[in-house]
């Protein structure tokens, strides 16, 4: 984890052209409202000047017993030369409709310019996660999940400031400092002068104020995340703390980490305490100088005190713009950093594909119902093991032709493999721990490519045909049975529409889970909780069986799950799966004595070549490694096989 | 409320004296501050009466003086309020962990890490803004408030009373959006962690997903999610993007009120354009107060929530702890051990059953079983990750349960079924439980579990990282980094949870054999699967549902026909399988 950390806190620079060019390609399809966006903040900073400018008006006009003041010919005119009628207009006609407007400019930008943020990581998030339905598992293999779950969502969430708080802030900023400052000069220009004596400060001191806050920020962020990985570590593996006696020990690193934590923090503390009262001070500093210098001119008649009461309140409106334009800083900088990583994830070539020209295989299982067999459920006879009554027409459904493979490209997990299944099939593949069984189902549906010879279905070379209709042949069934959070249903149905609530149903009663199911308070709407959590081994299994089922598929590949369970549900589960390959064609990485007894092939794989080929007796008779491997995973299974299956 | 934040006293009370420095620092600053616009009055009525240059001067030299002074109170308040703070959170965050320290294996199997991090990350920080920024705003908010208030109605009480009107709107409407907005936030926290389990489930289920052709509904299904989340944020958005601009307006009100009414007393001679231009400025001071106000109400009240959350980790106590030893109590161990008609239940479900067992001090002995017989539960009671109970378990002719704890463990080497390694370097991680060991002990001990050829191979050797920042080890090089952790504490009792499964039978030769010779005269406990690896034992106990049922030497139960052999059998027959080419 703390590598991770580290790695998501690499910050560069804050300006990329090339990764800020793509990313403002994003707000392309919003591109009206940005526009009406950034008229709007060019307005809001225009009226930003607006009320310290009345203020000067009003008192110029009514308020200055001096009687000096001069305003502007158009507002003279307007103005009525008594007062209180006067007071009224500038506050009514003048200061209200400014006021209103500046609210709806303000309202109206930051709600439309977030709203486009909004719209622009939904966009990215469908486009990353798109992305990831569709490149291949060896890129699973080798990226955490986590890390790509980061990708889709905290990253993505970075960028949401950049748009909804960053590129038109950054304007509205600019335009009101800009207005503001020219005001003043067209007011007074020697006065403004002097009074923009302190904005260097102001700058000065924000930057320094910046540098400060973003040093103790990156000490506080590897501080917390330092934190958390030795509490997520050290809660973990409590026991071995407290087998080893190093609760003294563990205390003394952690409350380093916490003194680390505390330090980073009273720095921040420092510069804030440093820079609000600075800031304040030179708020102040601006009065004087306007009292004074403006005292000065007044005298010698060239400022009006109202031009001096407007200044006052202008000086105290240069420092929200400069402070947030500094804020911006650190906006860009993590948006630069996080656009870096999903751009690269984007850039990810996806290596398994579709081929260019596919060749269509047409298995619209719609059509058929999930209990296919016309006949009712009598078995049609099975291929004879050795395939030598095959009819030269007919093509094996599948067949490996001398595949190997390495996943890291290197060593061959698989090699030399060739076998065939031809329909109706049941082709039982056993072997030790590491023998690659894993790997032939996950050749066959194209998780990953061969490297040397051919998959082929249905006669075809997999790679010619298109991953859906090459993988909708196929149901498959994990040794751990991966359920998604849902209903029972809709872990058994997923997403495939054509699935009918009846074919569920069927479904579910053809592989006797349909009874634990109507047990549920829900029934089938039950909700499955933490990937199921709440269910049994059994009940997975059951229930992976029925989603195989429902798809009815025309190859249905299995892989028989290790896990010791009570003879009951391993009735429950023998039975299922007795069902489940019915009149199927099936491939099966098998652990269970009666499966292999009723395949009528089994391949024996070792350290990845395929070692021995034929039934069950014949196996036994060769005395070979099916013999031993008999002895060793399936010889004790006979007893209790026996005696449940007479029950 | 003072009640509900009892639980804090002790840890406030330690900053007793710096809270009272605070609060003065805070008084001098803020009462300073609000005396600065009497001056920018008395320099416009100066403008306006043509005073002197020097006499502007004056006015403008003092604004600065108390401007430092300001400046400088309000950092130290700021120093010393916030600083506390952090504080009070190092200490609670040391206390917190001290405490977890403490806490037995049976809270840890009933809790979720998750949920303790949660605690310990979110909560805390929600306490630490109440004690910081939550008193001193509050403090800060009065202060000026009341002499902001308290100037301004000397000034002219009519106009105050005018200008304050919009402002209470204001209080109200940051703590009632505020309280929208963070309810907001939560509706959309919970969406995005959903999303975002989605995604992980997803990225997960990828094999099941791929197979059943599932990548165009999943990216509807997303799609849909993404969609409310968006909708959840547009929520937001909404009160967000309106409190800001609704409270500028608010304030704008005032200065209107102030224009209107204040322009009128100046016409009238009521009051002065200085008084009329300090007015605005005191409004200035008033906007940070008035938002203040319903920003901190709101801080308090998650303070408070999240603190009775913390609590309940301090609430739970530590169950096996040092109660039951006596005056005197044993300093060293032999180690022998012994099992008396011992049962044992976990959550109500009883795991072992009529165990008795001895173990004289040097001898070893090995457990043998199926998964789930009960063979860890039976060796976690010794150095008492679980409690046996009373008088069931004795060490040394004593029962356990009056042997220290400290003593008890420090005469314990263990390897847990599951490897638990640290992110450290392999050196600290050999070194976990005897920090004081040499450079020459931890080769020696590495050198018994056979890893250190292994180490020396690595480029950085002992300094290599471990974990997924630096080196992934592989499962029996972590077992036999695990084997080194415990026998460098030179124990006399050694406790190995099939510890060498993941080892090739080869390593487990060498290894079983320097550990006899490390071990020669210390207690033994083997668990194991593996014939080759008990044979040797003194005893060999077979358990089956928490029961023994076989005991006796490698010979005496190869007789037996029993589970035994047929382990024995079955290895012979892997080892076989493992020749063919």
């Known amino acids: ?647 | 409320m003072l009640r509900r934040l009892y639980p804090l006293k002790p840890y406030l009370a330690r900053y007793r004296s710096r809270f009272v420095a605070g609060f003065v620092t805070l008084l001098i600053a803020q009462l300073t501050g609000v005396t600065i616009p009497l001056f920018i009055k008395a320099g416009i009525d100066g403008l306006t009466h043509r005073a002197a240059l020097g006499r502007l001067l004056f006015f403008a030299g003092l604004m600065l003086g108390l401007a430092v002074v300001k400046a400088v109170f309000q950092f130290w308040m700021r120093w010393i309020l916030i600083g506390i703070s952090r504080d009070v959170e190092y200490d609670l965050r040391n206390d917190l962990f001290a405490h977890l320290c403490r806490l037995s294996q049976r809270y840890y199997t009933g809790t979720r890490t998750g949920d303790l991090m949660s605690k310990l990350t979110n909560d805390l920080n929600a306490v630490r803004n109440m004690v910081g920024p939550g008193i001193m705003y509050s403090a800060t908010t009065v202060v000026v408030g009341v002499a902001t208030i308290g100037l301004m109605v000397h000034l002219d009480w009519r106009l105050t009373l005018l200008a304050l009107i919009p402002l209470p709107v204001a209080s109200v409407l940051v703590k009632v959006f505020g309280q929208k907005i963070h309810d907001r936030f939560e509706r959309i926290q919970a969406m995005y962690s959903e999303l975002t389990e989605r995604v992980r489930e997803n990225l997960s289920g990828v094999r099941v997903i791929r197979a059943f052709c599932q990548e165009e509904p999943e990216m509807a299904l997303f799609d849909r999610m993404n969609q409310e989340f968006v909708e959840r944020n547009k929520g937001l958005i909404w009160i967000s993007s309106f409190l800001w601009p609704v409270l500028a307006m608010m304030f704008a009100l005032s200065f209107m009120l102030i224009l209107v009414a204040g322009g009128r007393h100046v016409i009238s001679g009521a009051i002065s354009l200085g008084t009329f231009a300090a007015f605005n400025v005191y409004l200035m001071y008033l906007i940070w107060p008035i938002i203040a106000l319903g920003w901190v109400v709101n801080l308090m009240q998650r303070g408070l929530a999240s603190l009775e959350r913390l609590w309940t980790i301090f609430l739970a106590r530590p169950e096996i702890d040092d109660r039951e030893v006596p005056a005197q109590p044993l300093t060293s161990l032999r180690g022998e051990i012994e099992f008396r008609d011992l049962d044992f239940a976990y959550n109500g479900k009883p795991v072992l059953k009529g165990i008795n067992l001895s173990v004289p001090a040097g001898k070893t002995v090995a457990i043998v079983g199926a998964t789930g017989s009960g063979k860890s539960t039976l060796v976690s009671l010794i150095p008492r990750l679980y409690d046996a109970p009373d008088g069931a378990l004795l060490l040394d002719g004593v029962p356990i349960r009056r042997i220290p704890l400290e003593t008890l463990r420090r005469n314990i080497g263990f390897v847990p079924q599951e490897t638990f390694l640290f992110s450290e370097t392999i050196r600290e991680n050999v070194r976990f439980g005897a920090p004081d060991a040499s450079e020459a002990d931890v080769e020696q001990a590495t050198d018994v579990s056979n890893i250190l050829p292994e180490i020396h191979g690595f480029p950085k050797g002992f300094e290599t990282l471990v974990g997924e920042r630096g080196l992934t080890l592989s499962g029996g090089q972590k077992q036999r980094t695990a084997i080194s952790r415990a026998v460098i504490r030179d124990p006399r009792i050694l406790i190995l949870d099939d510890a060498l499964s993941s080892v090739d039978t080869g390593t487990e030769e060498k290894i079983l054999q320097h550990l006899t010779g490390v071990m020669a005269g210390r207690t033994t406990l083997l668990i194991s699967h593996r014939v080759s690896t008990v044979q040797n034992a003194d005893e060999i106990v077979v358990l089956d549902h928490g029961e023994i049922v076989e005991r006796g030497t490698h010979e005496e139960l190869l007789t037996l026909d029993g589970y035994y052999s047929e382990l024995y059998n079955r290895q012979l027959i892997e080892e076989e399988l493992e020749k063919e080419a």
């Open chain 1, 1 to 647: 984890m703390p590598d991770n950390v580290r790695e998501e806190e690499i910050l560069g620079k804050a300006y990329d052209s090339r990764l800020m060019r793509r990313l403002l390609a994003y707000l392309r399809p919003y591109w009206r409202v940005v526009t009406l966006a950034l008229v709007a903040i060019f307005l809001y900073g225009i009226l930003q000047a607006v009320p310290p400018y009345l203020m000067k008006v009003e008192v110029d006009r009514y308020l200055d017993p001096t009687r000096h003041g001069q305003i502007p010919r158009y507002l003279a005119r307007f103005l009525s030369p008594n007062p209180a009628a006067g007071i009224f207009q500038i506050a009514f006609a003048l200061f209200l409709p400014t006021v209103l407007v500046t609210f709806f400019l303000e309202f109206g930008q930051s709600f439309t310019m977030q709203l486009v943020g909004q719209k622009v990581m939904y966009d990215l998030r469908k486009e990353i996660f798109a992305h990831l339905q569709r490149l291949q598992l060896s890129f699973y293999d080798h990226n955490p999940v986590g890390r790509m779950v980061t990708r889709v969502t905290t990253d993505v969430d970075v960028l949401n400031d950049l748009f909804s708080s960053g590129v038109v802030a950054i304007f509205g900023d600019f335009f009101t400092l800009v207005s503001i400052i020219a005001i003043m000069l067209e007011m007074n220009w020697k006065l403004a002068l002097l009074t923009f004596a302190v904005l260097p400060l102001i700058v000065m001191t924000t930057m320094w104020f910046r540098q400060a806050v973003r040093d103790s920020y990156r000490r506080i962020r590897i501080a917390i995340a330092r934190i958390n990985a030795y509490l997520q570590e050290h809660l973990t593996g409590m026991a071995v703390l407290q087998l080893f006696n190093r609760e003294e020990r563990s205390y003394q690193e952690f409350e380093k980490i916490n003194r680390l934590h505390m330090g980073a923090y009273k720095d921040s503390i420092l510069a804030y305490g440093l820079f609000y009262p600075a800031v304040e001070f030179l708020g102040v500093t601006a009065v004087a100088i306007i009292i004074y210098a403006g005292g000065g001119m007044s005298l010698r008649g060239t400022v009006t005190v109202g031009t001096a009461i407007a200044f006052i309140q202008y000086s105290q409106r240069f420092f929200r713009p400069i402070q947030d334009l500094s804020d911006k800083y650190n906006i860009l900088q993590s948006a630069m950093a996080a656009s870096e990583r999903i751009f690269k994830l984007l850039d990810t070539p996806v290596e398994i594909t579709d081929p260019a020209e596919s060749l269509a295989v047409v298995s619209d299982r719609r059509t058929a119902t999930v209990m296919s067999p016309a006949d009712g459920g009598h078995r049609p006879p099975l291929q004879s093991p050795d395939g030598d009554q095959r009819s030269p027409l007919q093509q094996p459904l599948v067949e490996f032709r001398n595949a190997g493979f390495a996943y890291d490209g290197e060593h061959r997990v698989i090699e030399d493999i060739s076998f065939t299944i031809d329909p109706g099939e049941t082709v039982a593949v056993v072997g030790h721990t590491g023998a690659g069984k894993t790997t032939l189902t996950s050749l066959l549906l194209r998780f990953y490519d061969v490297q040397d010879g051919q998959v082929l279905f249905d006669g075809v070379d997999a790679r010619r045909l298109r991953l859906q209709d090459l993988r909708r042949n196929f149901g498959m069934v994990l040794q751990d049975p991966f359920l998604f959070s849902g209903t029972i249903a809709s872990n058994i149905r997923l997403g495939t529409e054509w699935i009918t609530d009846t074919q569920v149903r069927e479904a579910a009663r053809r592989v006797n889970v349909l009874d634990f199911v109507q047990s549920l308070p829900g029934g089938f709407d039950e909700l499955v909780k933490e990937r199921g959590v709440t269910l049994s081994v059994g009940q997975k299994q059951l229930l992976s069986f029925a989603r195989a089922l429902a798809h009815n598929p025309r190859v249905l590949i299995l892989d028989e799950a290790t896990s010791s369970v009570d003879p009951e549900t391993e009735y429950m589960i023998r039975e299922g799966l007795r069902r489940l390959i019915e009149n199927r064609t099936s491939l099966i990485i098998a652990h269970r004595l009666s499966t292999i007894q009723n395949a009528s092939k089994i391949i024996v794989m070792h350290k990845g070549r395929i070692r021995e080929v034929g039934t069950h007796q014949e196996l036994l008779q060769q005395r070979g490694i099916y013999f031993k491997l008999y002895q060793l995973q399936y010889k004790d299974q006979e007893m209790p096989a026996l005696e449940a299956g007479a029950s």
